[in-house]
């Protein structure tokens, strides 16, 4: 591609950066409110309602339907500035550690929406996916970072 600048790309990639890892907060958060709540209600203590409860959820998948548009956005941000700066993928640790973040955050999507009393291997799965998706987030930050200062 023979683009002027992809300095506007770069700002897109950093705000969508930005909000993912916000997003991947507020999902960690709010995932724990709906555990602490599972838990509180074997015990005396109430917390959350029926209708925080439910609130909860709602801003939980909402949340997390964000995140994985984020994602993707940013997967086509990669594809489409590198394709454009070097002619082809592949330049950096980035891709590596940019499509296993994809691949987590979509196994997370598609593990929630199979959770249930009936399968409780999904519950499981998605957590687990999670936790491993912070050290993720992590490694495509750092890898990231080191690939932006090779633009500017």
């Keep these: 591609m023979d683009l002027p600048s992809f300095i506007w790309l770069w700002r897109i990639a950093a705000w969508a950066m930005g909000l993912s890892l916000f997003a991947y907060l507020l999902l960690a958060i709010s995932g724990l409110s709906m555990f602490l709540g ?31 548009l984020l994602v993707l956005l940013l997967l086509g941000i990669g594809i489409v500035g590198t ?20 691949l987590l ?9 199979q959770i249930s009393p009936a399968k409780p291997w999904a519950k499981y799965i998605h957590v687990g996916t999670n936790i491993i998706l912070a050290i993720a987030f992590i490694w495509v930050s ?3 970072w080191i690939v932006v200062q090779k633009y500017l």
Excluded at 39 to 68: D, M
């Design 38 to 68: 599972r838990k509180s209600q074997n015990s005396n203590f109430q917390f959350p309602t029926t209708w925080e409860r439910k609130n909860i959820r709602l801003a939980h998948y909402l949340t997390g339907i964000w995140l994985v």
């Design 83 to 102: 394709l454009g700066h070097f002619g082809s993928l592949g330049q950096s640790q980035h891709l590596v550690s940019g499509l296993g973040t994809v």
């Design 105 to 113: 955050v979509v196994v997370s999507a598609l593990s929630a929406t």
């Design 142 to 144: 750092i890898t990231g």
